[in-house]
């Protein structure tokens, strides 16, 4: 990941990309995560941004320091995410779905249709 956005610091990209990855699973809970130096090295970043990037993610209660140890990904943030994801998906998406099938006249189950299509394509 080096094709850092102008739209928004490097330190909160890297964040949501760690956040991303704690989601998919990539990381586990209490899996320790890359040094702040390896990831400075290996993205060409500066130490300082990395470090910011996981205090962001302790802040957020996602990532846990230990001393003398490093970053370690927090018991239950990965269920955690997946909880803010389904909460803001029912309040926000759904309504937003609703309301464009309501525009075009397309049926509930019709989009059940087209659903279903996507996801056995992505298989």
Wanted: no cysteine; charged share 25%.
């Amino acid at each position: 990941m080096t094709d850092w956005k102008d739209d928004q610091p490097i330190f909160r990209q890297l964040a949501s990309k760690v956040t991303e990855q704690i989601m998919q699973g990539v990381w586990r809970d209490q899996q320790a995560l890359p040094s702040v130096r390896t990831i400075a090295a290996d993205l060409k970043i500066n130490h300082l941004t990395v470090m910011k990037s996981y205090q962001l993610l302790v802040d957020d209660g996602l990532v846990e320091k230990r001393r003398g140890q490093g970053m370690f990904v927090a018991l239950g943030a990965e269920a955690k995410l997946k909880q803010n994801a389904y909460s803001d998906f029912v309040a926000n998406t759904v309504p937003e779905i609703a309301n464009t099938l309501k525009n075009i006249d397309m049926s509930i189950d019709e989009l059940v249709s087209l659903l279903e299509q996507h996801t056995k394509a992505k298989s």
